[in-house]
């Protein structure tokens, strides 16, 4: 199944109805997993399922439940074509559990097992581990829906608004297929787990998510094109090291949200170029050339690109602390246990797939200095992970350039140094600034307001941050698409607010 997001016509996926795996909707929870026929499954999900559309009303877009919103539903498993689309109220979204088609003869692709039939059934010596892995990635996904709630308010357009809550409903159904996982495999335990997910809340004090940067706040639409474009491809590494899973059901679950992910990472990647795009048009035609003239360029109702890079420092750095310490012994264990693979691991070519004699360099902050050493691999799993997370941000980054070089503008979007304004790893409780230089205290305050978003950066942010609730129009800050959702045109009526 692809996963590149980087094809702008991923959402075209034509239906065709004939090559549809078959998913049950006549049943109250849509499935491809027979779930008719596992009663105590069926009856732990049906009693679930209140619970999560309670926390759905409580916790989920402010306003807009009763709006008839132009989503996608998933109706197959196929690449070539698996969703439609159609008005649904959020409340009455079909969240469905779709696992990708069971690939025959499936191995563990990676650690100490290497090479033996894939688990169909949890393996007791790493109950505890598997579970927690699930628990993790379960809890990231409510947690975005909590900090993005209260944008449909502001939303730029309805296009835009539409497609910040078919990611919602999208990270509704991702809880779900964690929640099945947990219901199905793990009895109680899993029960119970399931219920935390729906009681933990970002950023609350007592009982927050388990992850620091799904704590955050989403307050605006720029953090929300950020957080697409950045924090969701954390969400696309963690999904693509967790398909090359020995576990096989939790392989099968990931492969399949990664082509759901596919479309939140083009809303990020979209959303924040077409900002760019705003900006440059405007300078163009007021005839600024100097992309650090930010009082005349705020002026004509764009973000200067100055901030925009502040914004992407800050959504950068606190989405590489996702990936945890770089050199951990529970990266080691979750490679070596066959649960959790890297990037690509069954397509690595010349590698041994167990690493028991290899290395990888980590940087890491020794007397005062940044060394590069090398550490044995299995240690430096998650370093490993972030670096191919570093390499996959390119992409979008060098599109956005390109958009800003067309315009004739001098200015380039880089990504700051991989220890900058780091809290976890290695480079954690050093100063560091964006071009990779240990720096003291007193440097890091003078220099801080250059690097990541200032109170004037956010106030002006907030003020941009006005309803388009009208079909077809759009804020000064951002250019409409090139083209609508499923063909249809730019000026459709996505969301019919009640
Ligand atoms: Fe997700
Ligand atoms: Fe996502």
């Not at 007791?124 to 993005?148: F, N």
């Not at 924090?231 to 679950?253: V, Y």
């Not at 606190?318 to 246990?337: K, Q």
């Not at 191919?388 to 980054?397: E, L, N, R, V």
Request: hydrophobic share 35%; aromatic share 10%; charged share 25%.
């Amino acid at each position: 199944m692809s996963i590149n997001e980087d094809t702008i016509v991923e959402d075209k996926a034509a239906i065709d109805s004939d090559r549809f795996v078959e998913v049950s909707y006549d049943d109250a929870i849509p499935n491809n997993v027979d779930l008719s026929s596992d009663r105590q499954l069926l009856k732990a999900l049906e009693g679930w399922h209140p619970k999560y559309l309670e926390w759905w009303k409580d916790m989920g877009p402010e306003g807009f439940q009763n709006a008839d919103v132009y989503l996608r539903t998933a109706v197959g498993v196929d690449p070539a074509g698996w969703a439609k689309f159609g008005y649904v109220k959020m409340p009455e979204y079909r969240w469905g559990i779709l696992l990708a088609p069971k690939v025959e003869g499936r191995t563990i692709p990676c650690g100490r097992h290497k090479g033996e039939p894939a688990w169909q059934e949890v393996p007791g010596e790493y109950r505890s581990l598997l579970r927690r892995l699930i628990v993790v990635q379960g809890d990231t996904e409510p947690a975005s829906v909590e900090q993005q709630r209260f944008l449909g308010a502001t939303a730029p357009s309805l296009y835009d608004m539409r497609n910040l809550f078919q990611v919602n409903v999208e990270e509704g159904r991702h809880l779900w297929a964690m929640v099945y996982l947990l219901v199905k495999y793990f009895g109680k335990d899993g029960r119970e787990e399931a219920q935390a997910l729906l009681e933990r809340r970002s950023g609350q004090q007592d009982n927050p998510r388990i992850l620091g940067a799904f704590n955050e706040r989403t307050p605006d639409w720029l953090s929300f094109f950020m957080f697409t474009y950045f924090t969701d491809r954390d969400g696309k590494m963690q999904l693509a090291a967790l398909a090359e899973s020995g576990f096989d059901p939790l392989s099968r679950s990931c492969r399949f949200m990664l082509t759901e992910e596919a479309h939140h990472l083009f809303v990020g990647e979209t959303g924040v170029g077409r900002t760019v795009e705003a900006t440059c048009a405007a300078m163009v035609k007021a005839g600024i050339t100097d992309p650090y003239d930010t009082e005349a360029i705020r002026k004509l109702g764009v973000v200067d690109l100055p901030l925009l890079q502040r914004k992407a420092n800050f959504h950068m750095s606190v989405t590489r602390d996702l990936f945890g310490s770089e050199i951990s012994s529970n990266g080691a264990e979750s490679f070596s246990s066959g649960l959790k693979g890297r990037f690509n691991e069954a397509n690595l070519k010349g590698d041994d797939h167990q690493l028991t004699d290899a290395t990888y360099s980590v940087t890491r902050v020794v007397d005062g200095k940044l060394v590069n050493e090398d550490v044995p691999a299995l240690r430096a799993i998650n370093c490993r992970l972030l670096d191919d997370y570093m390499a996959d941000c390119q992409g979008g980054i060098d599109r956005w350039n390109k958009i800003i070089e067309k315009a004739g503008i001098n200015f380039k979007f880089t990504q700051p140094y991989k220890g900058f304004n780091r809290k976890i790893g290695e480079f954690g409780g050093h100063r560091i600034n964006t071009a990779g230089e240990l720096i003291s205290e007193a440097e890091w305050q003078a220099g801080v307001g250059n690097w990541l978003p200032n109170e004037a950066d956010m106030d002006f942010i907030n003020s941009l941050m006005k309803p388009n609730h009208e079909p077809g129009q759009y804020a000064s800050w951002i250019a409409p698409p090139r083209m609508g959702i499923n063909q249809q045109p730019v000026d459709y009526e996505y969301v019919k607010i009640d």
